[in-house]
């Protein structure tokens, strides 16, 4: 190939350039091929010109989650002499010695900071509650009160019939059968009322400041 051909070829390739001989050949006129695109490209489908594909606010993984229950308390209960319903010793009545009955209770809930119990005449018809005995300040990690027994720190509410400490279940004779409601309840604070302090205002604040609660009823009449 002469020197003025391949001169020509690179002309024809690159745009209009001098041969040499003083002639300039002009740019093409034709257009270049467009580059070829590899057949394995593939354009992605648009959901419209200038956008991108919408995507779902909630993530469906973390919605197929169930939703858990809350913790439960636990089997929280109290144990008495008598099962529940059933007739209260004589001993722990009017007509007996009239001794607080020994108590025990099983399950303190996590988050108990003190116990307490009370005992009140649900049979008895009133604005405000027939209130036996009161008694709070009980550690948490005691299992039970033994038998006219009163804990180290428990305090005892002045009780509906004037006395602080156990007032024993003494209905009037020919009024039927009584039920009294024995209570233990986990508190989430301490009780910072004196002892003598009326038992319906102690009362108000046990039960307000209550996690969890058992009862157990005893019957009694005369």
Known sequence: MGRRTAIIIGCL?????????????????????????????????????????????????????????????????????????????????CDGEGISPALSWADVPAGAVELAVSVIDDSVASATPTIHWLIAGINPNDISLIEANVPLGAIQATTSFNEVGFSAPCPIAGSGIHEYKFTVYALNQQVELAGGTSAEDLLVFVQTVSIASADVIGTFGR
């Not at 695109?37 to 995507?55: K, S």
């Not at 809350?70 to 209260?88: M, V, Y």
Request: with cysteine; proline share 16%; net charge negative.
């Open 13 to 93: 390739t690159l745009a209009a350039c001098d041969t040499g001989d003083g002639k300039t050949l002009r740019e093409p006129t034709g257009t270049l091929p467009p580059p070829t695109v590899p057949a394995t490209t593939t354009e992605l489908p648009r959901e419209g010109i200038g956008t991108l594909p919408l995507l779902p606010l909630e993530d469906p993984v973390l919605s197929e989650q169930p939703i858990l229950p809350a913790p439960r308390a636990g089997n929280f209960q109290l144990i008495t002499p008598w099962l529940d319903g059933a007739s209260i010793d004589t001993r722990h009545t």
